[in-house]
């Protein structure tokens, strides 16, 4: 784990990811100031640099904001390697989910896992993440679809801190699929959702905010409004999974209630982004469930960028359809894939990122008063980040400005 001192790593290419003016925020042969937690200097290679601080030479090379996985649903028992191969073989998700494939079938897992075993399988996907320079992860329940499994799910995702350098932020997604019990039912679990498990996980403090899986296969307009409003009435954030497999809207609803994010969004109309802008919705782009499943129907990056929308990039990891532990990777994929610019995906994983979990005041870039959560890469520009594949690692890692072990 860390240690920790009031230090100064001087020296150094800075992506600081503020909006100076510069591409990434870079400021050259900077000094970054570190006292406790935070940053509480930024200085230029003519300032005057402070005393008292134990020194860290950078030797000109890059220091960035630890990166932010914004979506994630690492928390979950087995896996569907099996699925995976028997698709590649012909059968199709439908006739998968009749076999009891598909999600029903990771509901089991989860359910049959102990806590003790949903602890150390999520450990090991979170490790892959941290390794990469990843110092803030959100976690989703929903692979529980009742109250004790939910519960234990994001009370797992809350251990992660304990044994990792990362800050985990936890969203209830109860209303990720309809569970066997309510099979012909899904206004019933609406109900359950919003008036037996929420009010107890808001008691408890277990979730940061509330999304919804709302598509043709998931849950309607109507009902996503229940949770919203349930998520009102207990204090709780929302965000959605929307739009990812059709046109439902489901965006214009979650920026009705503000959300902090819609995240797919694939096939959201260009002409119903503006509702994000005008609510300070932050727009998650998925690229590795896009490749994972093989699909066409790119998100409208274009018209998010004509209103100025901040587009995150995370990496969706999940057992069926994003299998993928790299933030480096999704931002090489969010570039080839979705056309954003190695820049866009930076700031995506970073200030967006922190954005779209409501933290933007306090993580996402390198600035006075933000967390010290910061790495220090081996190479001369970011690009170089978002070019190589599985190429880089960070060479120093902190994490509210303690040294973490990498």
């Given at each position: 784990?860390?240690?920790?001192?009031?230090?100064?790593?001087?020296?150094?290419?800075?992506?600081?990811?503020?909006?100076?003016?510069?591409?990434?925020?870079?400021?050259?042969?900077?000094?970054?100031?570190?006292?406790?937690?935070?940053?509480?200097?930024?200085?230029?290679?003519?300032?005057?640099?402070?005393?008292?601080?134990?020194v860290i030479d950078g030797q000109g090379q890059c220091l960035l904001p630890g990166f932010i996985d914004c979506h994630t649903?690492?928390?979950?028992?087995?896996?569907?390697?099996?699925?995976?191969?028997?698709?590649?073989?012909?059968?199709?998700?439908?006739?998968?989910?009749?076999?009891?494939?598909?999600?029903?079938?990771?509901?089991?897992?989860?359910?049959?896992?102990?806590?003790?075993?949903?602890?150390?399988?999520?450990?090991?996907?979170?490790r892959r993440l941290a390794a990469e320079g990843v110092t803030t992860i959100e976690v989703k329940s929903g692979y529980g679809l009742d109250f004790d499994t939910e519960i234990r799910m994001l009370q797992v995702a809350k251990q992660l801190e304990q044994h990792l350098d990362v800050d985990i932020m936890t969203t209830y997604l109860g209303a990720h699929a309809v569970p066997v019990e309510y099979a012909q039912r899904a206004d019933d679990y609406i109900q359950y959702v919003c008036e037996t498990v929420m009010p107890e996980i808001a008691r408890l403090g277990l979730a940061d905010a509330v999304d919804v899986f709302c598509e043709s296969i998931g849950f309607s307009l109507e009902q996503c409004t229940k949770v919203f409003n349930a998520a009102a009435l207990h204090g709780l954030r929302v965000k959605a999974h929307v739009e990812q497999l059709s046109d439902q809207k489901g965006a214009k609803l979650a920026a009705q209630f503000n959300a902090l994010s819609v995240d797919h969004i694939e096939y959201m109309a260009a002409e119903d982004v503006a509702c994000l802008k005008q609510s300070g919705t932050v727009a998650v782009m998925l690229p590795g469930a896009f490749y994972f499943l093989n699909e066409s129907q790119l998100p409208p990056i274009a018209a998010l960028r004509q209103h100025g929308v901040p587009m995150a990039?995370?990496?969706?990891?999940n057992p069926g359809s994003s299998p993928l532990s790299s933030i480096l990777t999704a931002m090489n994929m969010a570039c080839v894939l979705f056309k954003l610019t190695p820049e866009e995906a930076i700031r995506g994983t970073t200030i967006h990122a922190a954005r779209a979990l409501g933290l933007a005041e306090?993580?996402?870039k390198i600035a006075v008063g933000f967390d010290a959560d910061l790495c220090l890469w081996n190479?001369?520009?970011?690009?170089?980040l978002v070019y190589g594949i599985n190429q880089h690692r960070p060479l120093k890692k902190w994490y509210k400005g303690r040294l973490s072990t990498l």
């Open positions: 784990m860390a240690q920790q001192n009031d230090i100064l790593i001087r020296n150094v290419r800075l992506a600081s990811m503020q909006d100076n003016g510069k591409p990434y925020g870079l400021i050259e042969n900077a000094s970054v100031a570190i006292s406790g937690s935070k940053i509480v200097g930024i200085f230029g290679e003519n300032d005057t640099l402070p005393e008292g601080y134990d649903h690492l928390v979950y028992g087995g896996d569907r390697a099996t699925e995976f191969e028997q698709r590649l073989l012909g059968q199709s998700y439908a006739d998968i989910a009749k076999q009891g494939g598909g999600i029903r079938s990771t509901v089991s897992a989860t359910r049959a896992a102990s806590t003790q075993e949903l602890l150390q399988s999520a450990l090991s996907r979170a990039v995370a990496t969706d990891l306090c993580k996402g190479i001369n520009h970011p690009v170089e």
